[in-house]
């Protein structure tokens, strides 16, 4: 996949050119995966391992990802309020996925519910790594049949605990895309099964102003929906179709808006000949 840093068009940072939406990945990380499958730890029961969680994740993370988020990415909470009106249960956020950082949005959001993030399995493979990003909240996916069944617990089990979990079901990291990929409903069954609601978030890019309109890098803008339920009578087939649906179209009308700005310019290949 080709990149160039100095495109013909100066008003882009990059140019970026793609060729499956679906699949083509651009976080820039060469990380061997391990197994995940039954033998996977997905949810640690030992009190030592816990509290050292709750201090990394509450008393470490949190400060430094709330300076960097504010300073670096400029983000800004659109809707904040559905969240907070979830305050009594567990919920899913389903969101697109344009930075790395992405992962650490849904903490600040919902704080101070914790929030986990279901991740790829290179989350975990990070030698010396893996408690760390597990202690931040990362549940990974298997990468093994076997490991179905606790993965599947270990959602259920954090929803019962009142936590967010969040899905970024595009799959991959597109940074600065202003556009929504297509993707499937797989992971809306989990909203089904534990019976509750989820909310949509969508990731849009604004222009800085004010003091900090001399920085080219936008800032990070993070809209929530209302929260949203499974319709009652529906096949667990139907139902998942639906909430892909709402969210789908959700996303898609806020990434439409045209103050959405393009930093990095995607161009499939098949029509780059053309630009």
């Given at each position: ?16 050119y ?93 704080f ?17 790594l ?34 967010c ?47 900090l ?13 209302e929260p949203i ?21 959700f ?19 098949d ?5």
């Amino acid at each position: 996949m080709k990149s160039v840093n100095e495109p013909e068009n100066r008003a882009y940072k990059r140019v970026i050119y793609y060729s499956d939406e679906l699949n083509d990945d651009f976080a820039g990380t060469k990380i061997s995966t391990n197994t995940v499958d039954h033998t996977f730890p997905f949810v640690h029961k030992n009190p030592f391992w816990n509290a050292c969680a709750f201090v990394l994740y509450y008393v470490v993370a949190l400060p430094l990802v709330y300076l960097a988020a504010k300073l670096y990415l400029g983000l800004k909470f659109e809707n904040r309020r559905a969240l907070k009106g979830l305050r009594k249960s567990g919920f899913y956020l389903y969101g697109n996925h344009t930075q790395q950082l992405d992962a650490f949005v849904p903490a600040l959001a919902a704080f101070p519910k914790r929030a986990y993030i279901v991740a790829n399995a290179d989350a975990v493979s990070i030698p010396f790594l893996r408690n760390i990003v597990m202690m931040l909240g990362a549940i990974p996916v298997p990468t093994e049949p076997s490991g179905l069944r606790g993965f599947t617990k270990a959602l259920s089990t954090r929803i019962s605990q009142k936590r967010c979990v969040t899905e970024f079901p595009e799959r991959h990291i597109w940074p600065f895309y202003t556009g929504i990929r297509p993707f499937p409903d797989n992971s809306f069954h989990h909203p089904i099964r534990d019976n509750v609601p989820l909310v949509a978030m969508v990731t849009t890019y604004r222009r800085r102003r004010g003091l900090l309109a001399w920085v080219k890098r936008p800032g990070m803008t993070v809209t929530f929906s209302e929260p949203i339920l499974p319709s009652a009578g529906l096949s667990v087939q139907a139902a998942k179709t639906e909430l892909r649906d709402k969210v789908y179209a959700f996303m898609k009308a806020h990434a439409g808006a045209a103050d959405n700005v393009e930093y990095y310019h995607y161009v499939k290949r098949d029509n780059a000949s053309s630009t």
